[in-house]
């Protein structure tokens, strides 16, 4: 008995790698303050709790340092959300009820990621033309 065909021809590299695979795409340059909400004692806090380890590692931090990040614990069996105020004054919400950790970041970089300004690239490649006017 033969397995059925996937699609794919190699196999993925796990969830591990897609969670970094999206960390490093993240971008906190648009990003005014990060709000994260959350009750510990429910089932559904373990992956906002995983997506702000990840959130808050040097390299996504360093990319904005001035983005401030706020976490509140309650305890009245809220959803765990996340609200993100953006430079421009507007504000968007993640309601994490039923979603992974993965799912969480990929909506981050969907909707957030693309709002940061594209860095410019400045070409210092200097021409034989270049070196014979010095």
């Known amino acids: ?23 490093l795409l993240l971008n906190l340059k648009p990003i ?8 510990p004692f429910s089932q559904n806090a373990v ?19 001035s983005c401030i990040v706020r976490n509140q614990v309650v305890n009245d069996r809220s959803e ?4 993100v105020t953006l430079t421009n004054g507007e504000s ?4 994490c009820n039923n979603l992974t950790t993965l ?7 969907k909707h ?8 410019e690239v ?3 490649a200097v021409t034989k033309a270049d070196k014979k006017k010095r």
């Open 80 to 83: 765990p959300t996340i609200d």
């Open 32 to 39: 005014k303050k990060v709000s994260v909400k959350f009750d």
């Open 122 to 124: 400045v070409d210092t």
């Open 1 to 23: 008995m033969s397995l059925a065909f996937s699609g794919s021809k190699s196999k993925s590299a796990g969830v591990v790698s897609a969670i970094r695979k999206q960390t």
């Open 103 to 109: 799912e969480i970041l990929q909506q981050f970089n």
């Open 112 to 119: 957030i990621t693309p709002l940061a300004p594209q860095e």
């Open 47 to 65: 992956t906002v709790r995983n997506f702000m380890y990840y959130f808050l590692s040097p390299k996504v931090i360093n990319t904005n340092p």
């Open 92 to 95: 968007i919400l993640f309601k």
